[in-house]
Nanobody
């Protein structure tokens, strides 16, 4: 089992920045691929960014490329999402996820083993 706890969400003006963190506990976090998803009201949960267990490979949804950066610190068992140039359409609940297999944009959410409880990000115009 892997327990994931997100933090760092909040209210920010358009054009601003936020950094989300996801603290992992339980089984060795460094053994898992990780990712961030988001879910806006009335919409499905969608992939935002993913990272391999070694951090050598990263993947991004087109909507956030060039604005968001995913990273991880395996020594601290923590996943990060640095978000810059935020837009109102980035408003959503952001979820941390982990799985033994790579998590990519086409990965069904039902196939992802572990989820955090989510953290709200609100971007005002």
């Amino acid at each position: 089992q892997v327990r994931l706890v997100e933090s760092g969400g909040g209210l920010v003006q358009a054009g601003g920045s936020l950094r989300l963190s996801c603290a992992a506990s339980g089984r060795t976090f460094s053994s898992y691929s990780a990712a961030w998803f988001r879910q806006a009201p009335g919409q499905e949960r969608v992939f935002v960014a993913g990272i391999s267990w070694t951090a050598q490979s990263t993947y991004y949804a087109d909507s956030v490329k060039g604005r968001f950066t995913i990273s991880r610190d395996n020594a601290k068992s923590t996943l990060y999402l640095q978000m810059s140039s935020l837009k109102p359409e980035d408003t959503a609940i952001y979820y941390c996820a982990a799985d033994g297999a790579a998590i990519r944009e086409h990965t069904p959410t039902r196939d992802v083993d572990y989820w955090g409880q989510g953290t709200q990000v609100t971007v005002s115009s």
